[in-house]
């Protein structure tokens, strides 16, 4: 039987229904499945004992620590400004007043640093690097320098 035939053969038959009690047993099996008494719930309850149960003061300690972590983060945040906040606000008239009062002790106390002139070397003369001439000017000479007659082949 060729693949195409078996699928004309598939299409004329009609769908059946799945028998009602087969339904039934279908839909009881999958919601005793969720709930807390069922095998994969307490299957569940075994791995997480497994998992726990050989350091319980450690992981108890452990979530104290997240708790006492995510407690401080909630306090912390109620009306400190973020760093941007406080980096957008402009500088106030005091601070501003103290820290030109601080620049003004170190430029009397910070002797002025000697400038020395170091003489810069001449400018380069306006001429080519070397005495070679250039690819082009090569050229050139060459294409004078051969006879007016063109060679003969």
Same mark, same amino acid.
């Not at 047993?25 to 719930?41: D, M, N």
């Given at each position: 039987?060729?693949?195409?035939?078996? @699928?004309?053969?598939?299409?004329?038959?009609?769908?059946?229904?799945? /028998? +009602?009690?087969?339904? +039934?047993?279908?839909?009881?099996? %999958?919601? %005793? $499945?969720?709930?807390?008494?069922?095998? =994969?719930? $307490?299957?569940?309850?075994?791995?997480?004992?497994?998992?726990?149960?050989?350091?319980?003061?450690?992981?108890? $300690?452990? =979530?104290?620590?997240?708790?006492?972590?995510?407690?401080?983060?909630?306090?912390?945040?109620?009306?400190?400004?973020?760093?941007?906040?406080?980096?957008?606000?402009?500088?106030?008239?005091?601070?501003?007043?103290?820290?030109? @009062?601080?620049? %003004?002790?170190?430029?009397?106390?910070?002797?002025? /640093?000697?400038?020395?002139?170091?003489?810069?070397?001449?400018?380069?003369? +306006?001429?080519?690097?070397?005495?070679?001439?250039?690819?082009?000017?090569?050229?050139?000479?060459?294409?004078?320098?051969?006879?007016?007659? /063109?060679?003969?082949?």
């Amino acid at each position: 039987m060729n693949s195409d035939d078996f @699928e004309k053969e598939v299409q004329r038959r009609p769908l059946r229904g799945v /028998p +009602e009690e087969w339904r +039934e047993s279908i839909l009881r099996t %999958a919601l %005793a $499945g969720s709930a807390p008494g069922s095998p =994969a719930y $307490g299957q569940f309850l075994d791995w997480c004992r497994t998992l726990l149960w050989p350091y319980p003061k450690a992981w108890a $300690g452990l =979530a104290a620590v997240w708790v006492l972590i995510i407690g401080m983060h909630l306090v912390a945040r109620s009306d400190s400004p973020s760093p941007i906040q406080f980096a957008a606000q402009p500088p106030s008239a005091q601070w501003q007043a103290a820290f030109a @009062e601080q620049q %003004a002790l170190y430029t009397e106390l910070l002797p002025r /640093p000697e400038v020395s002139r170091i003489p810069r070397p001449p400018p380069a003369a +306006e001429r080519p690097r070397s005495e070679r001439p250039g690819r082009l000017d090569l050229l050139r000479s060459q294409l004078l320098a051969t006879p007016a007659d /063109p060679p003969v082949v």
